[in-house]
């Protein structure tokens, strides 16, 4: 057994993960309810959120890697790279609204601008492009953010 696999035999990290999980607690996901939520008249910010974002994308295949989809690893590595130093909410044009100013949808190579037509300021992250052109940036470019 390898020195990091007796530490974790030893110490077990994860031992009372599954209780967490039955008592609808998840300890890994960055509790601010801005980013868990989303902002309605009708509901409580206690209530169960629409989408939660673990802390980064290492955590989806660790806890959930069956349920990886490709959209939600790329819309949990923004909120990470980007909410690191900026103020991340949704919004009714896109997936995030940053400092409360700029729309950013997320999605793949082949992800079109409609969704923020009625944004003022709208900005198309795509993963799997090298380059950017008009309000299309990389998504890899936000790596260098953190």
Request: proline residues 3%; glycine residues 8%; contains cysteine.
């Given at each position: 057994?390898?020195?990091?696999?007796?530490?974790?035999?030893?110490?077990?990290?994860?031992?009372?993960?599954?209780?967490?999980?039955?008592?609808?607690?998840?300890p890994f996901?960055?509790?601010?309810?801005?980013?868990?939520?989303?902002?309605?008249?009708?509901?409580?910010?206690?209530?169960?959120?629409?989408?939660?974002?673990?802390?980064?994308?290492?955590?989806?295949?660790?806890?959930?890697?069956?349920?990886?989809?490709?959209?939600?690893?790329?819309?949990?590595?923004?909120?990470?790279?980007?909410?690191?130093q900026h103020?991340?909410?949704?919004?009714?044009?896109?997936?995030?609204?940053?400092?409360?100013?700029?729309?950013?949808?997320?999605?793949?190579?082949?992800?079109?601008?409609?969704?923020?037509?009625?944004?003022?300021?709208?900005?198309?992250?795509?993963?799997?492009?090298?380059?950017?052109?008009?309000?299309?940036?990389?998504?890899?470019?936000?790596?260098?953010?953190?």
């Open positions: 057994m390898s020195e990091a696999g007796k530490i974790i035999h030893k110490i077990k990290p994860l031992q009372h993960f599954d209780l967490y999980l039955k008592q609808v607690y998840y996901y960055r509790e601010q309810p801005a980013i868990c939520s989303k902002k309605r008249k009708a509901f409580s910010r206690l209530q169960k959120p629409s989408k939660i974002y673990l802390e980064n994308t290492n955590l989806i295949y660790v806890f959930a890697s069956d349920n990886a989809n490709a959209g939600n690893i790329r819309e949990t590595f923004f909120a990470n790279q980007v909410g690191f103020e991340i909410n949704y919004t009714e044009h896109g997936d995030f609204l940053v400092n409360s100013a700029f729309n950013f949808e997320i999605g793949g190579k082949h992800k079109s601008a409609k969704q923020l037509k009625a944004a003022k300021e709208g900005y198309v992250i795509a993963g799997g492009i090298e380059f950017g052109r008009n309000n299309k940036i990389p998504l890899w470019l936000f790596g260098f953010m953190y």
